[in-house]
């Protein structure tokens, strides 16, 4: 059954149509692959689905419940991971992690402990973030999100950066969170080793002459 | 109320760890202020007149200086993406940024002010209410800093731009708490003159981070 979808979205970008006319649906323990050239949007989309940028038209509903109608509820289950790492320099790894998990209102040191292990960061805990390679960095990104685990996952190229092995973690941890009934939507151009429904953003791209 | 402890807290550790500009601040502000007992010359009784306006102008100098930067770290390194999706809404975040930034620069400006009122001859009867009067005032300049630095997070010259934004606004305060020490100097009762600071303040706190979180929001789209 799917639990978080989108009907009809539009999104807008300065005076550019992004993408128009786009659904989605996602079930409970299912995984949905944004594929697209450079600028369909597959970002705009994934900020769509976390709230940090309106679509200009369209509705999403989680649970067939609009999320517009309770975007508090709607924060709270999801974790987004952009382009950027959101990692302090000056913190060390484990520092990091516990300040996210406090942040989201948390405190499981087990799973921080868990969520280190299972990217192989282990001997890294104790050392400041700014003496981290830009594939450990983003790995520490991703401990993130088992450190503060909420059900849907918004990653946008999460295996940037990321050697064979990092990329053999991640497709594990994402595994172990859709056994576990969470949703995963994720944007890539390599291969993330997740395998799910594709969704090709370049079917919605507007003709450029098409909205006035 | 956890997140908001751990959020001011973070950023005072943040601070503390990579040498934040706050000691930069309170160096600025010694060196404006004493730059004038060379600019205006020794003359005491010239320079104890217009202590309080120097004292007051640098602070908001000092305190403009240092708010600029109060989000650039957080929206280059994408922090301000996971900070707007916390279950602490946004405003909430900003009051806690802003009054870690106040703790460290506008409460050593407070402090420091006595000090400095002492090398430009300022009566001793204006110390205390000098300091109340600033400790009343610089947490309103933070947080109409604090608005400023949102709107021009990623301008380019966002610098120059917040000043311009930002200085106007700084009015108030600066009548209102210039007025307070001088009717303490002039033996009048200094109390009207705190009780509007600490109404502009009280204004400040609800409206400043909901117009900044609103400017955050634009900011991320």
Redo the contacts between chains.
Sequence with gaps: MTLFAGHDLACRRGERLVFAGLSFGVAAGAALLLRGPNGSGKSSLLRCMAGLLAPIAGTQTWNDRPIALDADAHRGRLRYLGHQDAVKPALTVLENLALWQQLHGLRDDAAIGRALAGLGLGRLAGLPARLLSAGQRRRVALARLLASPAPLWLLDEPTTALDDDGIACFARMVADHRAAGGLVVLSSHGDPGVAGEVLALAEFASPPETES | M??FL??VR?DL??AM??GSDAALVLIFYLLAVLLFPFGVGPESNILARISTGVLWVTALLAALLAIERLFVSEY????L????????PLSLVVLAKVLAHWLLTGLPLTLLAPFLAIALGMDEAGYPVLVLALALGTPTLSLIGGLGAALTLGARRGGALLALLVLPLYIPALIFGVAAVDASLSGLAATPHLAILAALLLAAIPLCPWATAAALRQA??
């Design positions: 956890t997140a751990a959020l973070r550790q943040l760890r990579q280059e390194d994408g922090s993406d996971q900070l707007a999706l916390l279950p602490l991320l789209e």
